[in-house]
Structure formats: structure tokens, C-alpha cells
């Protein structure tokens, strides 16, 4: 089946400090990638889409200056927190799907952010 | 996309079927129920999903009302593993667009 590899699965940084998150589609590729956040207790909330080769799209109320999202190719997209503060520490879950039909979408088993 | 609502918690002991419900009373004809679980701490699991027809895989069955207003999703023998946050979503096909996830159900499976 698709598989989804997402890297760090765990990281901690200092506060003004930036990370990024990679996120792979390994036998697939990925029209669009996805990017979720989810805080303790809480449903997963989309932050953004990114179809390869184009700008992210954002959903309401997530900055694009502080969470920038690069899908350079079709198995490879990144998520890069600039600036982190404590209040960035979630937990980041991406997505794929080759965008062929009413199928699943794939999941990374997401990474721990931890803003010290 | 069409809102569903789901119990905020179940439980089953293990060995049993569990039968999760989902209302999606909303559902227009292109959309389909996707069920999706998360285990702690983990990325979130396709389990199946159905536009009118019944589904089932090795995972589980779907089962769709006629009127496709709610439907239960059915794990037949249920382990300890299967403890997780179920969620029942319902989009309209093609991968376009992100799914939404509600609060889902916390499945616990008692031993």
C-alpha cells in the first residue's frame, strides 16, 4: 500500500529557533501533499495544501510567513516552522494523495514539536 | 463538504464486534464516507470507505443506510490494538482537498 514517510518523528528546539519537517510519499507520487496540526486532546485541524510545483494554499488564521511550505517534487514536501515560540508545539501530521480518485488519503506518522 | 456527528466515546470488550455509527444526514450524492482511526500518538489509518454500496476489506465493514444519512462502521473481532480515535468523514471524491476531521469516537477495547 502507499506509504508516507515523515522526518523527525520527534524534535525539540529553542524558542526563535526555526525546524523543518519533511514529509515523503515513498512508492507514490503526490500531487498534493497536506499539512495538519494537532494540539493535545484536540482534532486534527488543516493547515495548508500544496499541489507540486506551486505556492501553498493556507487555511484561515494560519500564518504563511511562519509555516512555509515547500512541495518541490512530486514525493517530497517540507514544512518549516520559523521563529518557534512555545505556543508552536504541536503535533504536525502531513498527507498525501495522488489526487486519481475517491481513495484514502495517506498519513506520516507526524512529528512531535516541542518549542523550549 | 457534509458535517457528521459521532458518539464521543465506546466501549467493547475484546473479541467482540464493535459497531461505530456515523450520522452524515447532510451527505450530498458525490460524497463519500471515508473512515479514518488514529492510535496515540501516530498519524492518522485509512480503514475504508464507501459511496452507496456496503464495503468491506480486511479491516472492516462499512455499512451505508439506503438513504446514506448515517452509516456503522463494523470491526468484527476486536483486540486491544484497536483502541483509537475513529473519525467518519465525508467528502466528495477526488483528492483535491483536505479532509476534515471532527471529533471522532474513542473506541477503548476492554480486555
Known amino acids: 500500500g502507499a506509504v508516507v514517510s515523515q522526518h523527525p518523528s520527534r524534535v525539540i528546539c529553542k524558542s526563535g529557533t526555526s525546524v523543518k519537517i519533511e514529509c515523503r510519499s515513498l512508492?507514490?507520487?503526490?500531487?498534493?501533499m497536506f499539512w495538519y496540526r494537532q494540539f493535545p486532546k484536540q482534532s486534527l485541524m488543516l493547515m495548508a495544501t500544496?499541489?507540486?510545483?506551486?505556492?501553498?494554499?493556507?487555511e484561515q488564521g494560519v500564518e504563511k510567513d511562519k509555516f512555509l511550505i515547500n512541495h518541490a517534487s512530486l514525493t517530497l514536501s517540507t514544512l518549516t516552522v520559523t521563529s518557534a515560540h512555545p505556543e508552536d508545539s504541536s503535533f504536525y501530521i502531513c498527507?498525501?494523495?495522488?489526487?486519481?480518485?475517491?481513495?484514502?488519503?495517506?498519513f506520516g506518522s507526524g512529528t512531535r514539536l516541542t518549542v523550549v | 463538504d457534509a458535517k457528521t456527528t459521532q458518539p464521543p466515546s465506546m466501549d467493547c470488550a475484546e473479541g467482540r464486534a464493535a459497531n461505530l455509527p456515523c450520522n452524515h444526514s447532510?451527505?450530498?450524492?458525490?460524497?463519500?464516507v471515508y473512515w479514518y482511526r488514529q492510535i496515540h500518538s501516530q498519524g492518522p489509518q485509512y480503514i475504508i470507505h464507501?459511496?452507496?454500496n456496503n464495503e468491506t476489506n480486511e479491516m472492516a465493514s462499512l455499512i451505508i443506510t439506503e438513504d446514506r444519512k448515517s452509516s456503522t462502521l463494523i470491526l468484527p473481532h476486536a483486540t486491544l490494538r484497536d483502541t483509537a480515535v475513529y473519525y467518519c468523514?465525508?467528502?466528495?471524491?477526488?483528492?483535491?482537498?483536505?479532509?476534515?476531521f471532527g471529533k471522532g469516537t474513542h473506541l477503548i477495547i476492554q480486555p
Open positions: 464507501g459511496l452507496k
Open positions: 468523514i465525508v467528502k466528495s471524491g477526488g483528492g483535491a482537498d483536505g479532509l476534515t
Open positions: 498527507s498525501a494523495t495522488s489526487g486519481d480518485g475517491p481513495y484514502g488519503y495517506t
Open positions: 447532510t451527505i450530498s450524492g458525490n460524497e463519500y
Open positions: 512508492d507514490f507520487q503526490a500531487t498534493t
Open positions: 500544496s499541489n507540486e510545483g506551486s505556492k501553498a494554499t493556507y
